[in-house]
Each structure stands twice: as structure tokens, then as C-alpha cells.
């Protein structure tokens, strides 16, 4: 029937044509506006620890939208269940004798029962946004490693 086949992709004639790609200053600026929600001066004190911690996610805003996205989008885009965080966290390999199961539980609804009210209706409650995500790296590396 057919020798071979031509898989050739134009995306200007594809449902992706009108799709835009990323670029790293808007995924900075979203970060950012992003950041003006989370907790994290409330458990980490020191304000240069703050910003090194917000200059290291500025770093490397790209790949943690792009890894949110992909996991969010087999749990429940565009959030994150509880089901499906617990499984993402043992994929990193984090756990031992201090960090369990149940401290993961607690870090997932420490971030979503403080969510900020202005978010509330907007962002799904028991759910992870973006935004809360990020507070929850913050929140396991501190329990980690602090």
C-alpha cells in the first residue's frame, strides 16, 4: 500500500497555529504576580532567604510552569488533587524516617486551607493551584532541609 509516510508537521496549518509559545519574561512576570499570594514569609523569617528563594524560582520559572502543567494535567487541570500530589512527591524521592507520607499530607492542606481569601471562589478549594504549588516546594524543601 504505502512505502512511507510523510510526518511533516506545519503548525500554521494545525489547531496549534494561533498557540503561542511561552517566553521566559512573561513566565517571570506571571511567577510574580503569582508570588503576591503565598505564605512563605510566614514560615521562612528571613527576608534575604525570602528573596534567594524567589530569585531561585525566577530561575527557573520555565521548567516548574512546564512541570505544573504536565502534572496537573493528569490530575485535574489546571489544579493539582491531593491524590495525585503524594504519588508526584515519591516520584522525586524525598521520603525517608522524617519525611513520610503524612508530612506531604500536611504540607498539601496547610497550603490549601491558607489559601488567601481574595482567591476563594476563584481557585478551587482542597485543590492546588499554581500558585499554591509553589509555596508547597518551599514548604517540602524547608521541612527537608532546614
Request: hydrophobic share 45%; with cysteine.
Amino acid at each position: 500500500m504505502f512505502d512511507s509516510v510523510d510526518r511533516s508537521f506545519d503548525k500554521s496549518k494545525s489547531v496549534f497555529k494561533d498557540w503561542k509559545e511561552d517566553k521566559v519574561a512573561q513566565v517571570q512576570t506571571g511567577l510574580r504576580e503569582e508570588l503576591a499570594y503565598w505564605k512563605v514569609p510566614n514560615f521562612v523569617k528571613d527576608e534575604d532567604e525570602c528573596a534567594a528563594i524567589e530569585a531561585l524560582l525566577q530561575k527557573h520559572a520555565l521548567f516548574l510552569k512546564t512541570l505544573f502543567i504536565v502534572r496537573s494535567s493528569a490530575s485535574y487541570f489546571p489544579v493539582i488533587r491531593w491524590l495525585n500530589y503524594a504519588p508526584l512527591v515519591a516520584e522525586w524521592n524525598l521520603y525517608d524516617t522524617e519525611f513520610e507520607t503524612g508530612a506531604v499530607d500536611r504540607i498539601f492542606i496547610t497550603v490549601t486551607k491558607n489559601m488567601d481569601k481574595s482567591l476563594v471562589g476563584i481557585l478551587p478549594e482542597k485543590d492546588m493551584s499554581r500558585s499554591l504549588w509553589y509555596e508547597a516546594l518551599v514548604r517540602i524543601a524547608f521541612f527537608k532541609y532546614k
